[in-house]
Nanobody
């Protein structure tokens, strides 16, 4: 059974840092790319950061570029999102998702994701 489990969310003051983790399991074949997206309360989803599993190339949306970093630990089958200099507008439910072969285009369009987890909440206070 394909599964992604996010963790690491919580409450943080503005300017602080959090590291989110996404543990993958049950994949019988390699996914093409993996990434993070978020959904703020009452707003649309937004793709944040994606990592091409083959090339290692990373892609970021402008709103988090320079503040968020996506990385992976293949041995642990885990992908991370390091979030620094957090702002109140970063408050959202954060999800990780994967792109299977044929679904990924360079960038971070979460519409192409085939599977995602249940998310972890992040709240940033001012």
């Amino acid at each position: 059974q394909l599964q992604l489990e996010e963790s690491g969310g919580g409450l943080m003051q503005s300017g602080g840092s959090l590291r989110l983790s996404c543990e993958t399991s049950g994949f019988t074949y390699d996914y093409v790319a993996i990434g993070w997206f978020r959904q703020p309360p009452g707003k649309e989803r937004e793709g944040l950061a994606c990592l091409d599993n083959s090339s290692g190339a990373t892609y970021y949306v402008d709103s988090v570029k320079g503040r968020f970093t996506i990385s992976r630990d293949n041995a642990k089958k885990t992908v991370y999102l390091q979030m620094d200099n957090l702002k109140p507008e970063d408050t959202a439910q954060y999800y990780c998702g994967v792109f299977l072969p044929g679904s990924f285009q360079p960038g971070c369009d979460y519409y192409g994701m085939d599977y995602w987890g249940e998310g972890t909440p992040v709240t940033v206070s001012s």
